[in-house]
C-alpha cells in the first residue's frame, strides 16, 4: 500500500510559479501511475493530471495543459507538479493519489492513497 504526503504550497502571485512534492512510502510506489488533483472551495475534487510509472507518459486536463508539468524521481519516491502561469482559478488544495496502472481516467474513484493535500493559492 503508498501512503502519501503532499508539500511545496503557498501563496503566489497571477503569473508565477510552484513546485508540488508528492512524497510516498512503500515498497511497491516505482510501480504505481500517479495523479494530481485539486479542490477548491465548494467544488467538487478535480483532476489535473497523471504520470505513469516511469514517467513516459503523462496526461493533463486542459485547463493547465501547456502550464502545468508533472514528473517524478523514483529514487526519491517523489512525484513533482511543476506549476507556470499560474492563475487566480488555479487556488485550490492539491492533493496526489496512486493508480494501479496509468489510465486517462479523470475520476477521483480511481485513485487511492491520498495525501492530506497542500494549499495553493494564487493572488490576482
Known amino acids: 500500500q503508498v501512503q502519501l504526503v503532499e508539500s511545496g504550497g503557498g501563496l503566489v502571485q497571477a503569473g508565477g510559479s510552484l513546485r508540488l512534492s508528492c512524497a510516498a512510502s512503500?515498497?511497491?510506489?516505482?510501480?504505481?501511475?500517479m495523479g494530481w488533483f485539486r479542490q477548491a472551495p465548494g467544488k467538487e475534487r478535480e483532476f489535473v493530471a497523471t504520470?505513469?510509472?516511469?514517467?513516459?507518459?503523462?496526461y493533463y486536463a486542459d485547463s493547465v495543459k501547456g502550464r502545468f508539468t508533472a514528473s517524478r524521481d523514483s529514487a526519491k519516491n517523489t512525484v513533482y507538479l511543476q506549476m507556470n502561469s499560474l492563475k487566480p482559478e488555479d487556488t485550490a488544495v492539491y492533493y496526489c493519489?496512486?493508480?494501479?496502472?496509468?489510465?486517462?481516467?479523470?475520476?477521483?474513484?480511481?485513485?487511492?492513497?491520498w495525501g492530506q493535500g497542500t494549499q495553493v493559492t494564487v493572488s490576482s
Open positions: 493519489a496512486a493508480q494501479r496502472f496509468f489510465t486517462t481516467t479523470q475520476a477521483p474513484a480511481g485513485y487511492m492513497g
Open positions: 512503500g515498497r511497491t510506489f516505482s510501480t504505481y501511475a
Open positions: 504520470i505513469n510509472w516511469n514517467g513516459g507518459s503523462t
